[in-house]
Each structure stands twice: as structure tokens, then as C-alpha cells.
């Protein structure tokens, strides 16, 4: 029995509790430590952890097709209601979240025996709730009209990938794209730790996966988008290089970023506009992807919004 539309009176203990055996369970572990997308093992979903997420989830209208909590939250919601699970949201908060979900039957419920989370899920202290989404991602023909765009390429790093998606999102880009070259091993944007990075915000911004970004590239200059490559201080290579806050960033643009150790490779510059480095002292390191990238999007908002 799982929950769909139930009636008020129906109990989050009413369920029937899944232990590490149950093929759903094991399925879901599959899930959570798959690295890429594998044909035959749900290819279009990805998993969320903690509640903060699946509230986000469900208020951008994503689809949410499975959610699992751990009987945990059951006992600790009547032993404990008013201690702490994830941040601000307590036991007893997140249970009625749960009931609510199972009453209005967004999605469908499962609970995993206490201690069944710890086996499936990759991190020492996991959240009490999964769940699985639809893949969020859009063909690139809809930025098509995007002015303030911002692509990774080749990225190794899931948790700045993730957090530059935050940053994006958070200084008003209209789209986000993940691009891996044939040459490169760039990650897997629905890696957990990446989807975790987003904070929520891969909901709210549309997203694009691509594995030809040198053709996205083209495509963005066609439709009138300038393509900025971001490049360390000391490392323009080529004379058309220049300083961030000497940019006029009030026209269609797309910044890219590359790798964290070797950055952007040779046919993704040549697709590049304009080279662009952020000012910093001759004797800091280079800005990780995350660092760099929230500056180049919250300079890019500064001019748009104010008259400065």
C-alpha cells in the first residue's frame, strides 16, 4: 500500500514501513549514488534530500513522483515535536508537512524503517526525507530570448557547479547551462551534491544540458547574445582581454566559465567574444568557479538594476 489522496484521519504510522530489502528501496539507493544518467534505471528522475528542497519542489510545480521518509520521523515527532531536523523545521513540523502531502495526494508516500535511510543515503548524517523528481532540464532553443545567461563547461566540482546555479539565480539570470566537451569529464548536473549546492534554486531558473557546448555557443552568438569567458587575472592569453568593471554588461550576454584547475578549453575560447578576468591582488590565487562566478553575476545585476 502506498499513500495517494487520503482522508484527514489517516496517520503517517498507518503506513507500512519498507525495509532495505524491498525492491523500491533498493532502487532508490541506485538512485541516490548514480553519477550520470543510465538507460534503464528511471534515466528521467533525480534525487532530493530534506524537506527545505521538496517544499521548493513542490512550490515550482516540478514533478515530484516518489517521496520516502524514515520512521524517525514518526517517533520524534511525538517524543521530541519541538527539536530541530533540518535548520529551522522541527519533528512535529515536518510530520504534518508529510501528512499533508499524503492528504492532498501530490505524490506518492513511502516510509522506510529507522535506520533503513542511513544504508541508502551517501552522507554520515542524512536528511529524514528523498524524493524523487522529474528532470528539470529544457532544450536550449528556449533562451532564445535570454539576455543574462551563465554556462559551465567541463566542471569536475558538483558543489560550485551547483552553487553557481544559486549565484545565477539569485543576481536574476534567465538561464543556466551545464556543457561537457567530448574532450572533457565535466559533472553530472543531478549528481545529489550539486542538486544540494542549488539550495532550492534549480526550481526557479530554467536549465539547459548540453554535450556540444561549442554548438550552444554558436547558437547563443546567433541570436545576438554576447559570449564572455572568464578568465583568472594573470592568465588572459590573447590582447582583447579586460577587466571586469571596465564592461558595458547591460546587453545580451552569456558568461562562461571552464574548469576549476585548467579553465576554459581551446574550441570553447575560440567561441568566446570577449575574455574577461576579475581585478584581484598580483598576490592571490584564482577565484574558485563558485567565488568568481558570484561576482561576475552580482556586477552583471548592479549594472542592469542601478543607475550607478
Not at 534505471?41 to 530534506?50: R, S, T
Not at 514518526?74 to 513540523?93: C, D, F, T, Y
Not at 566540482?157 to 547551462?177: E, K, M, T
Not at 567561441?271 to 561576475?296: C, H, M, W, Y
Amino acid at each position: 500500500m502506498t499513500a495517494g489522496s487520503k482522508g484527514a484521519d489517516f496517520s503517517l504510522s498507518d503506513l507500512p514501513l519498507l525495509g532495505f530489502s524491498n525492491s523500491k528501496v533498493r532502487r532508490l539507493r541506485l538512485l541516490v549514488r548514480q553519477n550520470s544518467r543510465r538507460e534503464g534505471l528511471d534515466a528521467n528522475l533525480f534525487v532530493i534530500e530534506g524537506v527545505k528542497l521538496l517544499r521548493e519542489a513542490l512550490a515550482a510545480g516540478a514533478a515530484v513522483k516518489e517521496i520516502y521518509f524514515s520512521e524517525e520521523i514518526v517517533n520524534r515527532s511525538i517524543r521530541r515535536p519541538g527539536l530541530a531536523v533540518e535548520g529551522a523545521i522541527k519533528w512535529a513540523e515536518c510530520a504534518a508537512f508529510l501528512q499533508e502531502v499524503i492528504r492532498t495526494g501530490a505524490a506518492e508516500v513511502f516510509c522506510l524503517k529507522e535506520g533503513v535511510m542511513d544504508k541508502v543515503a551517501t552522507t554520515r548524517t542524512p536528511q529524514p526525507v528523498l524524493a524523487l523528481v522529474k528532470m528539470v532540464d529544457v532544450p536550449l532553443e528556449t533562451f532564445a530570448d535570454f539576455s543574462f545567461v551563465v554556462m559551465a563547461v567541463d566542471s569536475q566540482n558538483p558543489g560550485n557547479v551547483g552553487s553557481l546555479l544559486r549565484c545565477a539565480q539569485a543576481a536574476g539570470a534567465d538561464g543556466f547551462i551545464v556543457g561537457t566537451t567530448k574532450q572533457g569529464s565535466g559533472v553530472e548536473f543531478y549528481n545529489p551534491k550539486c542538486i544540494r549546492a542549488t539550495a532550492g534554486a534549480v526550481f526557479k531558473i530554467p536549465l539547459a544540458i548540453v554535450k556540444e557546448p561549442e554548438r550552444s555557443l554558436e547558437l547563443l552568438g546567433s541570436w545576438g547574445i554576447m559570449r564572455l569567458g572568464a578568465y583568472p587575472a594573470g592568465g588572459v592569453e590573447f590582447s582583447g582581454g579586460v577587466g571586469l568593471y571596465d564592461m558595458d554588461l547591460k546587453k545580451p550576454l552569456c558568461w562562461v566559465l571552464g574548469n576549476e584547475s585548467v579553465g576554459l578549453p581551446a574550441g570553447i575560447a575560440r567561441k568566446i567574444d570577449r575574455q574577461v578576468f576579475v581585478p584581484t591582488r598580483v598576490d592571490a590565487e584564482s577565484l574558485n568557479l563558485a567565488a568568481a562566478g558570484a561576482v561576475l553575476c552580482f556586477e552583471t545585476m548592479r549594472q542592469r538594476c542601478y543607475d550607478l
